[in-house]
């Protein structure tokens, strides 16, 4: 455990017991990294997100607005597990969007499944 890295920037130890597990820097500059995961959806054939460290109110009043402006386009982490996708933020605004290999294939179809995520009214995933 006490090689862990940032989950943020990836390249620092993370701060013992820290909630967010990250490094000294990305805690001063208010960095967080939001994972979610996808899951298949109703009908079988495509993805939607099944569940992340905030809950589907939570995503919608913080990060809905801004969801819906950013412009970036996610790039392949290779740190993620199957199906995750990271929210990358710092204060009140998207750095980055992550999503993990076995997602390469669906760049074009994260943002918009991040979207409808942040449009749900649920207390839970």
């Known amino acids: 455990m006490e090689n862990?890295?940032?989950r943020v920037c990836l390249k620092r130890p993370e701060i013992a017991d820290e909630r967010h597990g990250r490094c000294e820097s990305c805690v001063k500059a208010q960095r967080?990294?939001?994972?979610f995961r996808l899951g298949p959806d109703a009908t079988g054939h495509g993805l939607i997100v099944k569940a992340g460290e905030l809950s589907p109110r939570a995503l919608k009043q913080k990060w809905h607005d801004t969801l819906a402006s950013f412009a970036g386009t996610p790039t392949v982490k290779p740190h993620l597990g199957l199906h995750e996708v990271e929210i990358v933020t710092t204060k009140d605004r998207i750095d980055t969007i992550r999503i993990s290999q076995d997602l390469a294939g669906h760049l074009d179809d994260?943002?918009?499944l991040l979207r409808t995520a942040s449009e749900r009214t649920d207390g839970a995933w």
């Open 4 to 6: 862990d890295l940032c």
């Open 32 to 35: 967080i990294a939001l994972r």
């Open 110 to 112: 994260v943002l918009p």
